[in-house]
């Protein structure tokens, strides 16, 4: 292959040309997704489902440990159901996607393709829910929505996407808030220790909350661009959703009362979060816990010992796989080493092994984290059993790396002029605001940023503080700072 070609085939834009080219590069070449000829939606392609399904194997084990039962709605609502809950319509109406004829007959009513499902679930629960007794429902599922979008990108924002919803409902409502609090705090724990990417937990102001619910949390992220990304949410739904789908309950005192609801959700777009946070101008940089092959074995090998040099490196595999390693060999042939090499780091696997017939004569392998560029050749045995701690290694130090680029990059301001100014840097900035939803709106028309989250005691950029706004110089409304940063 000519350098050319080559460079064709695995170069990327660099992220400090147009971050924006370097991330649609990354999902085509490393076989993430594609577009598909429904406007606005993609096909995930086996790598990107393979990192998909880890996704939703971790997540299903915890709520399955938490008590959660799955279930499984139609993807077509009522478009009356849409309409009960006032703030609910309001806040879906420009991205709903109508069925209005099946076959050739014209419904009465149109269905909606689900932008979500908390209407659906609360007629189901008005017909499942008498007593106390029994509560809570703790209820998820697995599934796409629908959601029209104007300017699509590849996981980030599609018409149709991939996630988890949970739906819970509970006799107080101190009972869910603490689920909202739990299922923040879980997904803060996926973040951190399996994806390694820092987030601020907060409460979203009241002009950025989802439409119905009494109170919004999220997990925010920052971008290598300095963007933020909102990774998940948690909502406190109050008695809305109860009230306009008549999900009630008798109490132990025998009286009739609302139950209070929650939702919460992680979606596909926190696989373009892991592209963003990790990834470096060679392509994806996944950590350990999430990737689909931890390691990639290459033979290298001639016309006369390809049967061998595979089977040698089948062998070493499998001493990997008894330690609970997730191993590829790369058999490939027709392509160069240096061509397997490329891929696999556009790729993002954590460690490449190269094993030669040198190597097996001199009890040997070469080993490369796709952390460094540095090459280590190592007895095989040392590298068989320091496995564990490297990959720990390499998932402590994309995690570090990131949280640093985030501390870096969030500034402190209290004049509108340095907002502007650190906005217009690509950077978060902390400060005092006065909670006006005609100050919020101002400031996004001025520098397209938005309050991310109001950050919680204790967490990263949480602390304690009294000041003014600011925009308006009025006392803050939250008695701290909050995060303020475009957004995906």
Same mark, same amino acid.
């Given at each position: ?26 999902? =085509? ?99 499942? !829910? ?40 509970? &006799? ?6 603490? @689920? ?14 399996? !994806?390694?990417?820092?987030? $601020? ?22 971008? =290598? ?30 009286? @009739? +009362? ?32 999430? &990737?689909?092959?931890? $390691? $990639? ?14 089977? %040698?490196? @089948?062998?070493?595999?499998? +001493? ?13 042939? /027709? ?25 097996? %004569? ?11 560029? #540095? ?6 045995? #040392? ?24 501390? %870096? ?20 900035? =902390?400060?005092?605001?006065? /909670?006006?939803?005609?100050? %919020? ?18 967490? !990263?950029? /949480? @602390?304690?503080? +009294? ?11 939250? /008695? ?5 940063? =475009?957004?995906?």
């Amino acid at each position: 292959m000519t350098q050319d070609k080559k460079a064709q085939q695995f170069g990327v834009t660099p992220q400090s040309v147009d971050f924006n080219e370097w991330y649609n590069e990354v999902v =085509r070449k490393a076989d993430l997704a594609d577009h598909s000829p429904v406007a606005g939606a993609m096909v995930m392609k086996p790598y990107g489902s393979a990192i998909w399904e880890r996704i939703q194997r971790w997540l299903d084990d915890e709520f399955k440990a938490t008590g959660h039962e799955s279930l499984v709605f139609p993807t077509l609502i009522p478009m009356s159901f849409i309409t009960k809950e006032a703030d609910h319509v309001e806040g879906f109406a420009p991205e709903l996607f109508t069925v209005n004829k099946i076959g050739t007959e014209v419904l009465a009513e149109p269905y909606v393709m689900r932008p979500t499902s908390e209407t659906i679930i609360g007629h189901m629960w008005s017909q499942w !829910l008498n007593s106390y007794r029994d509560l809570p429902f703790l209820h998820y599922q697995w599934g796409s929505v629908f959601r029209a979008e104007l300017r699509t990108k590849p996981f980030l924002r599609t018409s149709e996407f991939y996630w988890h919803e949970g739906h819970t409902a509970h &006799a107080d409502e101190a009972e869910a808030r603490a @689920e909202v609090m739990a299922m923040l705090n879980l997904y803060h724990r996926f973040c951190r220790d399996v !994806l390694a990417l820092p987030v $601020v937990r907060g409460e979203k102001s009241a002009s950025e909350r989802f439409a119905g619910a009494v109170a919004t949390y999220s997990i925010e992220g920052m971008m =290598r661009d300095g963007k933020a990304l909102q990774s998940g949410t948690s909502h406190y739904l109050g008695q809305n959703f109860s009230r306009a789908f008549d999900v009630k309950f008798q109490t132990r005192e025998q009286r @009739e +009362e609302y139950a209070h609801t929650t939702s919460w959700a992680i979606s596909s777009r926190i696989i373009g979060a892991l592209i963003m946070t990790h990834g470096d101008d060679k392509g994806l940089m996944l950590p350990p816990e999430i &990737a689909p092959h931890q $390691v $990639v074995i290459i033979p290298v090998f001639r016309k006369d010992n390809v049967d061998q040099m595979i089977a %040698e490196a @089948e062998a070493l595999a499998g +001493e990997l796989r008894a330690q609970g390693v997730r191993v590829k060999v790369d058999k490939r042939d /027709g392509v160069t080493n240096g061509f397997k090499y490329n891929d696999w780091e556009l790729k993002g696997v954590p460690v490449r092994m190269e094993l030669g017939p040198r190597d097996l %004569e001199s009890g040997v392998v070469v080993v490369k984290n796709r952390t460094g560029d #540095e090459k280590e050749t190592l007895p095989r045995h #040392e590298a068989i059993s320091g496995m564990a701690a490297r990959l720990s290694g390499i998932q402590q130090f994309l995690y570090d790396r990131a949280r640093a680029f985030m501390q %870096e990059h969030t500034v402190t301001v209290d004049t509108y002029e340095d907002f502007k100014a650190a906005i217009d840097a690509g950077k978060w900035v =902390r400060a005092f605001h006065c /909670g006006d939803a005609d100050s %919020e709106r101002q400031i996004k028309e001025d520098t397209k940023a938005t309050i991310r989250n109001v950050p919680m005691d204790g967490d !990263l950029f /949480g @602390e304690a503080e +009294e000041g003014v706004c600011v925009h308006t110089g009025k006392p803050s409304a939250y /008695g701290k700072r909050v995060i303020f940063g =475009r957004q995906y």
